[in-house]
């Protein structure tokens, strides 16, 4: 026998599929790796870490408080045995759950309170907070974000239109006809307020379909009231549009064409497509409710004449009159009911002064004049599609060049008005004290609030040209704002007057040492500012709060602290502590704090939060929205800075007080500074 013939035969060959089907049975029976009750798969497993955290912490504020009970606990217990999800160091899973919770504010805020059950949680939030960035856990969360917007999105376009939602949304690619020639956009607005979010997404249409089809942007002023209308509201429209990069060809108003529009009303009484009424304003419009034929509807063409010349007189009967087209008495669009196109208004304009007393209204002028200026596409909201039949109707009864229109959704936001002359009510009755107020959303409040201009024109054209009707959130694009100021917003500290708690620290030195360090520690670009360390030092009141004696805790940027002693008044309140400075302690596991030294130049400035303006997240037709006006949507708390490293600050900076949010400077004078909170996206604000 040889000694080949006593060796094992060879094991058959099996492929790699094959081998880890059979690892997996072999784990299955030992129990090793075995799907957990509460995580719903095995724990040492990256993708149940992920899949556990999105489907349980994005939807935190849901959740009853017994589920809650259960998913904390579980974590804090898993936690408790080696400090990360999986294994002795964060990795991919530490960094997805940190992401999910850290996004939640109702979790935030409740580990940052004294009385948070769950140490082993707590230590590994602030741990997790004081890591970089994790990009691979950001695409994870960001796509999951983007996922549920996209869900959330076609829940509500059915719901607003009873049908799936439609592919073009966030797509400009929406088959605009007769482009070859190249394509001649306007944007109409009235000068009648400020440019609101709204305005915004019509500008930027407009320019881009303009400039994708080498074509021309017309802004045109539609000054056809003089009531309204003012040039102050003119020159913050044209700003905005600076503000906005947005670059018009021709800049035109309605008034220029005020000869003309009276010559083509006068052709259309005469050619009996017009008739002067005039019927009692209550009763008019009651009968156009009705489907009833005014009693002037059949007089003369020189009777009609007579009339138009006591309007443009403003005679006592000539106030009375106003000029209709003759388009039906009863048709279902009811737009098509013989509407108003000129009517007596004495107010002096502001262009053309008292030269007239008699103005055109929008449906009357915009067909027209936007045929005379070679409007090739006229786009305009949905909210107008009924009128869309009169615009053609003025256009072929005067036989103009047709121009297309293309409608889209306006965007509507929670919360909100869009009406200017809702707006103005705001303003006119000091609710708020200007049209650039921080609760506004018109360019200049939405700005003023740390809205960067570049996050407003990436959010409107992420928006695309849709047709679909949407009301929308804020978080979205606060989100997307953060995330554009996150990498280049400077970071200092603030800390609450109210409160705030005196902490000596033995090792330290009395007199203040002064060092440079970065403003942002992850962008050197930034810049330094000047770190003054001492043993006289202040904490929040909250952090204070949470502390007892004997723990220890890292001091931002200084090192760590071991708590020895709390001083209460006889009310509980923590009136002072002291400590030991132990800077070779370990600051993985501890709580971060912010402070600031009392020897160092401090100064106090005014931190503002503004809310919504609105109660209601959506007003109905039936609501007066007078009804719904939040009278307590600003708070303000004064907190110490250090004076030397905001001296330099100006108006419009964006930067971050550490452990509490982005804020943009909002006023920086003689010595007098006031910081508005950015939203993030993670609050409704």
């Not at 006229?378 to 060049?401: M, P, S, V």
């Not at 905001?646 to 500074?673: H, P």
Request: contains cysteine.
């Amino acid at each position: 026998m040889t000694d080949s013939a006593a060796a094992p035969a060879a094991a058959p060959a099996i492929s790699k599929k094959q081998a880890k089907a059979a690892a997996a049975a072999a784990a299955a029976a030992s129990g090793k790796n075995a799907p957990h009750p509460v995580f719903g798969g095995p724990i040492a497993s990256p993708n149940t870490w992920i899949t556990f955290s999105v489907r349980h912490f994005f939807a935190y504020d849901e959740k009853t408080a017994e589920e809650l009970k259960d998913i904390v606990e579980a974590i804090e217990a898993h936690l408790g045995a080696d400090g990360f999800v999986m294994g002795a160091e964060a990795k991919l899973g530490d960094n997805v759950m940190f992401e999910c919770l850290n996004r939640n504010p109702k979790f935030v805020e409740s580990v940052s309170q004294a009385d948070f059950a769950y140490p082993n949680l707590a230590k590994w939030f602030a741990f997790m907070k004081e890591q970089p960035t994790n990009p691979a856990a950001t695409k994870v969360i960001d796509r999951t974000v983007s996922l549920q917007q996209q869900r959330e999105t076609a829940k509500q376009q059915a719901s607003a239109s009873g049908e799936t939602a439609s592919k073009d949304q966030g797509s400009f690619e929406v088959g605009l006809p007769n482009v070859e020639a190249g394509v001649v956009t306007r944007f109409p607005p009235e000068p009648s307020g400020y440019l609101h979010i709204g305005h915004t997404k019509a500008a930027l249409l407009n320019e881009y379909f303009a400039r994708r089809y080498n074509g021309r942007l017309i802004v045109r002023f539609d000054d056809t009231n003089p009531s309204k209308e003012k040039a102050e509201f003119e020159e913050a429209i044209l700003h905005d549009l600076e503000l906005l990069k947005i670059k018009p060809d021709t800049v035109t108003w309605t008034s220029d064409s005020f000869e003309m529009l009276e010559t083509y009303c006068v052709r259309m009484i005469e050619e009996g497509h017009a008739y002067v009424d005039d019927t009692v304003q209550e009763v008019m419009r009651q009968q156009r409710m009705d489907g009833v034929a005014s009693a002037c509807r059949d007089q003369s063409v020189e009777e009609n004449l007579r009339r138009w010349e006591e309007m443009k007189k403003a005679t006592d009967f000539g106030k009375t009159c106003c000029v209709r087209a003759k388009m039906s008495v009863d048709a279902l669009n009811k737009a098509l009911r013989d509407p108003v196109i000129y009517r007596v208004n004495e107010v002096p304009h502001a262009r053309t002064g008292t030269k007239y007393k008699v103005y055109p209204t929008y449906d009357f002028a915009c067909p027209i004049v936007d045929s005379y200026e070679g409007v090739t596409h006229a786009l305009r909201t949905n909210e107008y599609r009924d009128r869309n039949d009169q615009y053609y109707w003025f256009i072929d009864t005067l036989k103009l060049r047709k121009p297309f229109i293309w409608d889209y959704s306006r965007m509507n936001f929670i919360h909100t008005l869009l009406s200017k002359r809702k707006l103005a009510w705001f303003v006119d009755n000091g609710v708020v004290p200007g049209w650039d107020d921080p609760r506004f959303p018109t360019v200049r409040g939405i700005l003023r609030r740390g809205l960067t201009v570049e996050t407003l024109k990436e959010y409107i054209l992420m928006q695309g040209a849709s047709k679909n009707i949407l009301l929308l959130e804020w978080n979205k694009l606060w989100a997307l704002n953060k995330k554009a100021i996150d990498p280049v917003a400077p970071r200092f500290t603030a800390i609450n007057v109210d409160g705030a708690v005196p902490l000596t620290v033995r090792g330290l030195d009395a007199v203040p040492a002064v060092r440079d360090i970065p403003k942002h520690k992850k962008n050197p670009d930034v810049g330094t500012k000047k770190l003054f360390v001492s043993s006289n030092l202040l904490l929040e009141s909250v952090d204070a709060a949470s502390l007892v004696e004997g723990e220890e805790v890292t001091l931002m940027d200084l090192g760590n602290v071991i708590i020895k002693s709390i001083t209460k008044d006889d009310a509980g309140v923590i009136t002072a502590m002291e400590g030991d400075f132990n800077p070779e302690g370990d600051f993985k596991k501890t709580k971060k704090l912010t402070w600031l030294s009392k020897d160092s130049p401090l100064a106090t400035v005014q931190l503002q939060e503004f809310g919504y303006l609105i109660t209601k997240p959506k007003l109905e037709d039936e609501d007066n929205f007078e009804d719904f006006v939040n009278h307590d949507s600003v708070s303000t708390v004064s907190a110490f800075a250090n004076a030397e490293n905001i001296a330099d600050l100006k108006v419009g900076d964006i930067i971050q007080f550490e452990r509490k949010a982005n804020f943009i400077v909002d006023k920086a004078s003689d010595g007098e500074f006031v910081f508005i909170l950015i939203p993030d996206g993670r609050m409704e604000k």
